[in-house]
């Protein structure tokens, strides 16, 4: 059964740093596409980050020059270290993959930034 199991939210201060890491097990398919998701309170789930497999990236605009994704294959593990954070990024923080077309999320980790 595959499972995301992520970690390293929490409470930061505006202009803080926090990595999230987020561990795939249950699985010995590839991944190809591992992404963070967040939603915020009252507001849809938004797509924050993606790597594939090759190494590319894409972001969300509200995120470009302040977080970066990155993956440890071996591990089976996405990171995504935030940097300069906001108010406005406050929210909960959804891993998800892609494996054999179904996808996956893991539970959710909060990350609250106070002004």
């Known amino acids: 059964q595959v499972r995301l199991v992520e970690s390293g939210g929490g409470l930061v201060q505006a202009g803080g740093s926090l990595r999230l890491s987020c561990e795939v097990s249950g699985t010995s398919a590839s991944i190809n596409a591992m992404s963070w998701d967040r939603q915020a309170p009252g507001k849809q789930r938004e797509l924050v980050a993606t790597?594939?497999?090759?190494?590319?990236?894409n972001y969300a605009d509200s995120v470009k020059g302040r977080f970066t994704i990155s993956r440890d294959n071996a591990k089976n593990t996405v990171f995504l270290q935030m940097n300069s954070l906001k108010p406005e990024d406050t929210a909960v923080y959804y891993c998800r993959v892609v494996i054999r077309a179904v996808y996956y999320w893991g539970q959710g980790t909060q990350v609250t930034v106070s002004s």
């Open positions: 790597i594939i497999s090759g190494g590319s990236t």
